[in-house]
């Protein structure tokens, strides 16, 4: 199977205050299965560190009060021709970001707080047809991935 991951679960230092969310639960999906890294923000040409961004009414918004709703965009696209290319039907994002998270995203506010929605990557992947887990839902994307290898049997 090829898994579609945030580049910053892997370990990747691409994240907007230029550090990573390395995740070793989310590495290990790697001992069965290849991991196609990528990171939206940097595909858009964002630059590493950045400025924290949060969607408020739709569009994308960084803390300097700049619109990069485009920016977004374009990473979006560029992460959806990876995953067609590579052939991705599953995909694991770095949850609450304004670009990965699925199903929670902070508020537009830069208070922590948190919203129901999709970031702009993960709404197109989804709108897609790819499945989407967060890096708090391995074991539930592992159920899956071992009952889909026991159908196969
Ligand atoms: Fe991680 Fe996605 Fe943000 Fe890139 S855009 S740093 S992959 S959460």
New binding site residues.
Partial sequence: MKILV????LG?S???SGGS?KNERVIALGEKHQLVP?????SAQLPIPRPPAEILGGRVFNNLGEDITEKFLD?AEKTLYIAEEYGCRIAV??ER?????FGTIYDGTFTGKTVSGN?I?AQLLYDNGIRIFGESQIDRLNKILEDEEQSYE
């Fill in positions: 945030s580049a910053c679960l990747k691409c994240k907007y969310n990528v990171c939206p923000e940097y990473g994002l770095k970001s304004p670009s990965c998270g970031g990557t």
